[in-house]
């Protein structure tokens, strides 16, 4: 600890920065989709209820 | 990486009975509670009011039933390991994330050099690194934490093995600093233990976690039960006899309704590092806070992320060796719990994410109902402190050609059963933990049957009083949330934790002049409910006394818990290297603070 405790605050930044740096091996994190683009609203809600107990208009199909 | 949706699709989810047989319990209960209600309202004649109120006492109880069917549940099963073992040797390798925010560098990373200690022990040291990820903006701190970095290098002769980084912004906050970190290093690495300043972990758990996720490769996170240790006021020593005597067995529960889909804490898991790169990258929502920016309380959001993915998350209670830390007095609780309150009604914004598991929705709304419950307990008092404006006039002749009177038929033996029930709700469980405990031997550990039951019984006077002002705290946040204000990020204190009665009126005058003001309405208009709402306004208007009394040290042999008894081997390696380092501080005071001053000012 002598050792440490007698370095300068510049020497200690610069061990630190040599010894202390990760690994460097980058892996790609994507945003995660979380929210629609169209915000909940009672109409919505109650339209996706009713088309999940197949009570609702499916959306048309072209033939 | 694949994810395996395939597997997952094809897999048994054996939480459908558990889960089905708690939902109706409890649904059960709250239908209960509203038909008795309403007998007992309507025994005065027929209104709104009544109605209202027995609605707002079906919600309550359900939740109270809620809670206390999954700690029965609990104790129906034991906590095993899982069927399938690694029977090859362990070659995935592993980070330990310690992510640190102002904390006090010495204690934090003496839990490190007693993990990584315990980790070279098990002979598998080589396949774990550790990484501390520092979010610290107090420049001091930041330079005590770099002096305090090479100390421990140097001390475990870790160079290569242990590392140490600080962000030059906190952006996302504790998940942006570990999304940081894989972003830059998560590629060489297979699994990451992410801990929180205060965790501690043995390194045989940690060993024995990365070997069960390689045995099953569908596993994207699993969380361990940690065990909260060192509270020294008698608050903290409360919390932490109710956690560990009577988490395990909700926790059972709470592991028996999984699934695929278990929870994420925070902190003490392992995740896989690529199926959470993959997974669990969060966006900020849009608006600003509370309700937008970033996600609070992310640890939720990313255990859904990671099954909707398909991957596995399982709660594993049966492992021991995880320790935490908690507040020590009940205005740090309170404010710890202003964060989680502000994250967890965030996660209103993503009852309806796309492609979400049904169970990690209910998971959203179970943390909802944990901070807006007290509403419901409230409305019901104040709409019972209305109702007697609300009652039509008495009837005594509703028979048009009957010459004698008809009085109302008394119910009140309705409403004691209900609040008997009620009560029920709240104490059955615990008095059968104490019991099962005392059966199964598992008491011994809390210093055996007798002390057990009476630390049961003090956890239980204690919390009935500490609780109004708790649930007023708890209030407050949710309204502040609702009204748009931001709880940032504070520190959390893990210093001197005694308040001085000055310093608790200063945090809970206005609980006290909310108890006083609820007392002389209900005097005023409804004094015939004055009774049953004393032991609610009583603590209030006494929560002074019980935050001071209850932040000093505890002296009594109450509260015993297992680590109390025999401490754990890594706990005692962390005391031991804490104490060696704080000597050395103090020996070394004025060279160390040269140090240290002259650092900060890089």
């Known amino acids: ?63 | 990486m694949t994810p395996p949706v395939a597997r997952a699709a094809g897999a048994r989810d054996s939480a459908i009975l558990p889960r089905g047989v708690a939902i109706v319990l409890s649904l059960l209960a709250g239908a209960g509670a509203f038909m008795l209600f309403l007998q007992f309202g309507w025994s005065d004649g027929r209104d709104v009011v009544d109605v209202l109120r027995a609605a707002l006492i079906l919600i309550s109880t359900w939740w109270l039933a809620w809670g206390a069917v999954q700690g029965l549940m609990g104790l129906t099963t034991r906590a095993e390991p899982p069927a399938r073992a690694l029977e090859g040797p362990l070659t995935e390798r592993c980070v330990v994330l310690v992510p640190v925010y102002n904390e006090d560098p010495v204690t934090t990373f003496s839990r490190v050099a007693a993990m990584d200690e315990s980790l070279q022990a098990t002979g598998q040291g080589h396949l774990f690194h550790f990484a501390i990820l520092s979010d610290s903006r107090n420049e001091t701190i930041a330079a005590r934490e770099r002096l305090w970095f090479l100390r421990l290098v140097q001390d475990r002769k870790a160079e290569g093995r242990i590392f140490y980084r600080r962000r030059t912004d906190n952006k996302g906050k504790k998940a942006g600093n570990v999304e940081d970190f894989i972003q830059k290093s998560g590629g060489a690495y297979d699994l990451a233990l992410i801990l929180d300043a205060d965790s501690l972990m043995e390194g045989a758990t940690i060993v024995e976690m990365a070997r069960r996720m390689q045995a099953e490769p569908d596993i994207g996170l699993l969380q361990t039960l940690p065990v909260v240790t060192r509270a020294e006021t008698r608050f903290g020593r409360a919390m932490q006899f109710s956690a560990a005597f009577h988490s395990p067995v909700f926790a059972r529960g709470l592991a028996m309704m999984q699934g695929r889909t278990g929870p994420f804490w925070g902190h003490n898991a392992m995740v896989r590092v690529r199926a959470f790169a993959e997974s669990c990258g969060l966006p900020e929502l849009r608006g600003k806070p509370p309700f937008g920016g970033h996600i609070m309380s992310h640890d939720y959001v990313e255990a859904a992320l990671l099954a909707r993915a398909g991957w596995r998350v399982r709660l594993d209670d049966d492992l021991g060796g995880s320790f935490e830390e908690g507040p020590e007095n009940l205005v740090d609780h309170a404010k710890r719990d202003r964060r989680w309150c502000q994250g967890n009604l965030q996660h209103a914004r993503l009852l309806h994410a796309p492609g979400l598991k049904p169970w990690s929705r209910f998971v959203f709304f179970q943390g909802i109902m944990a901070y807006i419950s007290p509403l419901f307990w409230i409305g019901f008092m104040l709409a019972s402190i209305a109702a007697p404006f609300f009652a039509p006039a008495p009837d005594y002749f509703p028979e048009p050609y009957w010459p004698f009177p008809i009085f109302p038929q008394a119910e009140a033996s309705k409403a004691i059963g209900l609040a008997i029930g009620v009560f029920g709700l709240l104490i059955l469980p615990k008095f059968a933990v104490a019991l099962h405990a005392a059966m199964s031997g598992r008491a011994r550990a809390f210093g055996g049957p007798v002390r057990a039951f009476a630390s049961m019984l003090a956890e239980l006077l204690f919390s009935s009083l500490s609780a109004p002002a708790l649930l007023a705290y708890q209030t407050r946040s949710v309204f502040q949330v609702l009204l748009g204000r931001d709880g940032g990020w504070p520190t959390n204190n893990r210093g001197d934790a005694r308040l001085s009665l000055g310093e608790a009126w200063a945090a809970s005058h206005w609980v006290v002049s909310t108890g006083l003001v609820g007392l002389v309405g209900t005097w005023y208009l409804a004094p015939g409910l004055v009774v049953w709402m004393l032991p609610v306004l009583v603590p209030m208007m006494l929560s002074p006394v019980i935050i001071s009394w209850s932040s000093r040290p505890a002296t009594s042999r109450i509260f015993t818990t297992p680590t109390d008894l025999e401490e754990a081997p890594v706990m005692r390696r962390q005391r031991e290297i804490l104490g060696q380092w704080e000597n050395e501080m103090i020996a070394m005071k004025d060279v160390s603070l040269t140090a240290e001053v002259s650092h900060a000012g890089v």
């Open chain 1, 1 to 63: 600890m002598t050792n440490i405790a007698s370095l300068s605050g510049v020497e200690i930044e610069r061990l630190v920065q040599d010894m202390g740096a990760p690994v460097v091996a980058p892996l790609v994190m994507p945003k995660q989709v979380l929210e629609s683009a169209e915000p909940l609203s009672l109409r919505r809600a109650g339209r996706a209820i009713l088309t999940m107990l197949h009570l609702g208009s499916a959306p048309r199909q072209e033939m």
